[in-house]
């Protein structure tokens, strides 16, 4: 499994999407349609990309903080 999400400063989900690709490798901008960053109000978030195997074993592979003005 791959997911995406944007969590607010209280680490609060805004957004998030999870896919199941059955493949080795996944493009992420797949999931661009689903992070609305142009309808966020102004504020301090993170951005996270976590990776899970089949046994359910995850590792967070992205962890960004950014700033919407």
Do not use: E
Not at 10 to 28: E, F, H
Request: glycine share 2%; proline share 4%.
């Amino acid at each position: 499994a791959v997911t995406v999400g944007v969590y607010d400063k209280n680490n609060k989900r805004v957004y998030s999407k999870t896919v199941y690709p059955a493949a080795m490798s996944y493009d992420l901008s797949n999931l661009d349609k689903y992070i609305l960053f142009n309808q966020l109000p102004p504020g301090l978030y993170s951005y996270q990309v976590v990776a899970a195997n089949a046994q359910d074993t995850s590792i967070i592979l992205s962890n960004q903080t950014f700033r919407v003005n």
